[in-house]
């Protein structure tokens, strides 16, 4: 009888083949180099011609950046350094950097306050993305908006105070109420906080912000990156819970709720965001009473959360649709009420689902921020279109500036991108 | 027979249906149903697709609403207001064709989330419980895995675990083996089997002719919205009155 196993159809393995390397032409650099770079002539020629075309590019870019001034104060001292050199002139960025950051107007004495509110950003959203930190962190996460307005914007720390305890009034109000009926005690607890902000605000003393421990700083002195992060952070922040309300509202079996949502989402989706912008610093002061004098931070803030809130809302739409019916049914067989069901199985599989499309808005949001500067808010780009490129100066710095720009974007999105991906594989539990 | 199908069945009256019709739009998919189900009693239903059997006890627990007639659960009378459809809900289980398992939590999760939240148990009571029945159906050790980890027959044990973790006084079964392999029908069948012995109130849309058998106190045959012929196990299979059991019958069991 022979090995071959052709000869027999009755076949018994003589015992277990020990694996052995693979051929030396089928491993490291060389394998590597054939599979991906010169698998064929035209994937050859492909790859010279982009090594040539990186070359040309780097060939140009780096003595620029290389050869780039950091110390002068003006254009022409920049270009006296290089004499005819190529090279950039990163001075802008060093002798405007506070402005870069923080606006032109901002007191230079308060910038620790910022900069203590972005160090306490940090602290109060880790426990948001990164769930496994003790729970009891949230607390912090809570107060920090209140903390963040009286570091920023300084003045008597009543007023974050009063707004802090409308929303625990509030709060408590809809936890003793809600539970006979949620309207009761929904509606039960905005009058309970408003009834708290109006007596509050009637006893802050006249005066209280001038001798504050934090001095006063209005919202028009704000500007640079620091007014983008801002607007960014309080606007993702606000739409997302609002996104998700109008997007359970749109599936509501409530008529009146269903077409205020679908109403909204579309109007709003419907309408360009400059425009939003235009009626939040023009036409919105025509809507208020003529007294009234609201912050033009926040009447931003407002409109970039609506147009914001409509986009999240279709795109956890999307979610919701995607989740099977039996989900649906399998949560009411075992006799959960609605927040229930929406809370612990419907929202958390939606959402995650839902994570690449509500990452898209957030970048696209925070980009967004910039729009800013066409209704004369000094932003980042508005520091660099206005103040700094109309300066005598630094008049035709148009490279470095505008790519300092685009390199703090990058670092800002690249980040939240990358948390994304780290998010989905951590909740994928499918294992499809 | 088999001794289980004989056990005398309590007078105490679990479910009442009575003249109940169900349109879908114009369809009208449920036709004058009558059905007193009573504490203890097994009950098998059958029928050709499309005859309303699924529809019938997703009534029951007000998954589907029904628009003429009366539902009685335990005392309860199923009427629009969400608090006596919650109370139906919590003390009626529910096996569903596709499992429908939360994928997002994990096996213990599944089963200890509708008593923590609906039933109010601590923590640690509700995790004992679980663990129970998991042990019951035969899979302790999975606890900590997530249901995508498991095969079809030991999900759908699980969802009967987490059914039977709220303490049901009635289980209802919506097809549980259609979606399985064979070989994992068996062990389905089995946890069933065992559930029955102990007594449990039981409505049960199967195919599998075998189990009715074994386990019914009664079966009903349905066919174009209508209840069309019900008896016990015995008589039911081998002396069917009406011509439609008959052909139904011989379809089924022919081959």
């Known amino acids: 009888m022979s090995d071959k196993t052709s000869d027999s159809i009755a076949f018994v393995a003589k015992g277990t083949i020990p694996p052995s390397p693979p051929p030396a032409s089928q491993a490291g650099v060389v394998k590597w180099l054939r599979d991906n770079l010169f698998s064929s002539v035209p994937n050859g020629i492909l790859t010279l011609v982009a090594l040539t075309v990186i070359y040309l590019v780097l060939q140009k870019t780096l003595p620029w950046l290389y050869n780039g001034v950091w110390t002068t104060t003006s254009l022409n001292a920049c270009r006296e350094v290089l004499d005819g050199k190529v090279g950039a002139c990163f001075s802008v960025l060093t002798e405007r950097w506070h402005q870069l950051l923080y606006g032109f107007k901002y007191p230079a004495e308060f910038y620790w306050r910022p900069n203590l509110a972005l160090v306490l950003l940090l602290v109060a959203v880790a426990p948001v993305l990164f769930f496994d930190l003790p729970r009891k962190m949230l607390i912090f996460t809570g107060l920090y908006p209140f903390i963040a307005f009286w570091l920023i914007w300084g003045g008597t720390i009543m007023a974050p105070i009063i707004a802090l305890l409308g929303f625990v009034v509030g709060g408590a109000v809809f936890q003793i109420y809600g539970r006979g009926s949620f309207a009761a005690g929904f509606f039960g607890g905005i009058a309970a906080a408003l009834i708290i902000w109006a007596l509050g605000g009637m006893l802050i003393p006249e005066g209280a912000s001038e001798n504050a421990m934090l001095q006063a700083v209005p919202s028009r002195d704000l500007g640079g990156f620091m007014l983008n992060l801002m607007l960014g952070v309080t606007c993702v922040s606000l739409s997302l819970p609002l996104g998700i309300a109008l997007a359970l509202g749109r599936q509501s079996d409530m008529p009146l709720i269903k077409w205020m949502c679908v109403i909204f989402i579309e109007f709003v989706r419907g309408v360009p965001l400059i425009t939003l912008l235009f009626v939040a610093s023009v036409m919105l002061a025509y809507f208020f009473p003529p007294d009234a004098t609201v912050d033009l931070f926040l009447r931003v803030v407002i409109m970039i959360t609506m147009f914001s809130a409509a986009y999240i809302a279709e795109v956890i739409r999307g979610g919701l649709a995607a989740l099977p019916k039996g989900q649906y049914e399998a949560a009411d067989s075992l006799g959960l009420d609605y927040p229930q069901a929406m809370r612990l199985i419907i929202l958390p599989q939606a959402l995650k689902i839902s994570i690449p499309g509500i990452v898209n808005v957030a970048v696209g949001l925070f980009k967004d921020t910039t729009l800013v500067s066409v209704i004369s808010m000094f932003d980042l780009v508005g520091m660099i279109r206005g103040p700094i490129l109309a300066s005598t100066e630094w008049n035709g710095v148009y490279w470095e500036l505008l790519g300092f720009a685009a390199l703090l974007f990058f670092v800002v999105c690249y980040g939240i991108s990358q948390y994304s991906q780290w998010l989905e594989r951590r909740l994928a539990t499918d294992h499809r | ?255």
């Not at chain 2, 029951?60 to 029904?66: R, S, V």
């Not at chain 2, 009427?79 to 096996?95: A, Q, Y």
């Not at chain 2, 027959?153 to 699980?158: K, L, M």
Request: overall charge negative; some cysteine; aromatic content about 6%.
């Open chain 2, 1 to 255: 027979m088999t001794g289980t199908s004989q056990m005398k069945v309590s007078d105490e009256v679990a479910i009442t249906i009575d003249g109940m019709n169900k349109w879908y739009g114009s369809f009208h998919v449920l036709r004058d149903i009558n059905l007193t189900v009573y504490q203890g009693e097994r009950i098998v239903i059958c029928g050709p697709s499309g005859s309303g059997k699924s529809t019938l006890i997703r009534c029951i627990n007000a998954l589907e609403e029904h628009q003429q007639g009366s539902i009685t659960v335990d005392g309860t009378l199923l009427s629009s207001d969400l608090k006596n459809i919650d109370k139906i809900r919590s003390e009626v289980g529910m096996c569903f064709q596709h499992f429908n398992l939360f994928p997002h939590l994990t096996i213990l999760e599944n089963c200890t989330l509708a008593p923590i939240w609906v039933r109010k148990t601590p923590k640690k009571e509700a995790e004992e419980r679980a663990m129970h029945f998991l042990e019951k159906v035969k899979i302790p050790d999975q606890a900590n895995k997530f249901p995508g980890q498991l095969s079809g027959g030991q999900q759908q044990r699980v969802a009967i675990a987490r059914s039977l973790c709220m303490m049901p006084r009635i289980m209802l079964f919506d097809e549980p083996t259609s979606a399985l392999d064979p070989e994992m029908i068996k062990e389905v069948l089995d946890t069933m089997i065992e559930l029955a012995e102990e007594g449990m109130t039981m409505l049960c849309v199967t195919h599998e002719m075998g189990f009715a058998r074994q386990v019914a106190n009664r079966v009903i045959f349905m066919d174009a919205g209508q209840i069309v012929e019900q008896n016990e196990p015995e008589a039911f299979f081998n002396n069917p009155q009406s011509e439609r059991t008959q052909l139904f019958l011989s379809q089924i069991l022919g081959h």
